[in-house]
């Protein structure tokens, strides 16, 4: 595994990680087998653990932090988020400074630790100003119960704005985005996200890297039965048409010739651009775990790239 700085801070997460959005949470993958998919991660050098209240109203929080207690808290990297409504309560939701001071703790308890080193808004929230969330998240860390804080698809000017609050009355500032990038969505991290993040040391940690399992290949012939994309038209809406399976028919020869895998192309791909911290991947079986955790290891030419992208300029 390679570990990588979360931007300029001294913080090293793994360059693949594991998310809990998919696979944790009451009706999600079976217990067992999400125990053995946290596992599998934590052997294969994976550090960073990627989570959200939201993710099972908190079920997600509650399945991996049981597991992630076996291991030393020195060796893990947690992260969590909130926004999203937790109940019909009013205040139950957004990011004004009542709903960030008490959602950290529910967090806490759920993931069973004193503290997150990673702190996600998990959007934007219209109806609070950049500056309450700011000075709330500072709060946090100098409390000790948050170490890092960051953002989740907020815009490039968003993000900007966050710092430089913080930068100008001397609170911690945002360390990483994450944001959706994949080779099937590129914008706006490519022309927005990385030219404001990358001058201000933020690092990217990245979601959805393999535009939820299309550049797998699985939807080579189709949308099987039982897939992602037969269950959740609107996954399937978003990425599969006949110029995208093309497309990623024709990585495939490329990734047969470097002796990989089309998902491993796809992560690797990401992990080239130096903005990128760490790619989060979803897994619901051990192996998937052990193939996205090798790509960290793949390094792509320039001529590679450049192969790349003219297959992704066709349609």
């Known amino acids: 595994m390679q570990y990588r700085r979360l931007g300029n801070a001294g913080m090293k997460v793994s360059a693949v990680s594991l998310g809990g959005w998919i696979n944790f949470g009451e009706g999600k993958v079976e217990a067992e087998t999400a125990r053995k998919v946290v596992e599998t ?97 500072h709060t946090l860390i100098e409390r000790g119960k948050v170490l890092y804080w960051g953002t989740s698809v907020w815009t490039a000017a968003q993000i900007s704005e966050a710092y430089d609050v913080c930068e100008r009355h001397g609170w911690h500032l945002p360390q990483t985005e994450q944001p959706e990038y994949s080779m099937l969505n590129r914008e706006p991290v490519e022309s927005e996200i990385l030219p404001a993040t990358e001058p201000r040391g933020i690092g990217l940690v990245t979601w959805s890297p393999l535009a939820m399992g299309m550049l797998t290949g699985k939807y080579d012939d189709g949308v099987p039965h039982g897939s992602r994309f037969g269950r959740e038209p609107w996954a399937k809406e978003r990425f599969f048409n006949e110029g995208t399976a093309e497309q990623v028919r024709q990585l495939k020869p ?32 051990p192996e998937q775990v052990v193939e996205n955790a090798e790509a960290a290891d793949v390094e792509l030419s320039l001529e590679v790239v450049e192969e790349i992208e003219e297959v992704l300029k066709t349609k």
């Open 41 to 137: 991660a934590y052997e294969g050098g994976i550090n960073y653990f990627d989570l959200a209240d939201a993710y099972g109203t908190g079920g997600a929080e509650k399945q991996m932090g049981q597991v992630l207690a076996a291991y030393p808290r020195h060796t893990l990297v947690i992260a969590t988020k909130l926004f999203w409504p937790m109940s019909d309560d009013d205040n139950d939701r957004g990011l004004s400074r009542k709903h960030i001071m008490e959602s950290i703790d529910k967090s806490l308890e759920r993931l069973g630790t004193d503290y997150v080193d990673i702190y996600f808004c998990h959007r934007p929230d219209p109806e609070t100003p950049i500056r309450e969330t700011a000075r709330a998240m």
């Open 254 to 285: 490329i990734a047969d010739r470097l002796g990989i895998t089309r998902s491993q192309l796809a992560l690797a791909w990401i992990l080239r651009h130096p903005g990128v911290s760490s790619v989060i991947t979803g897994a619901t079986r």
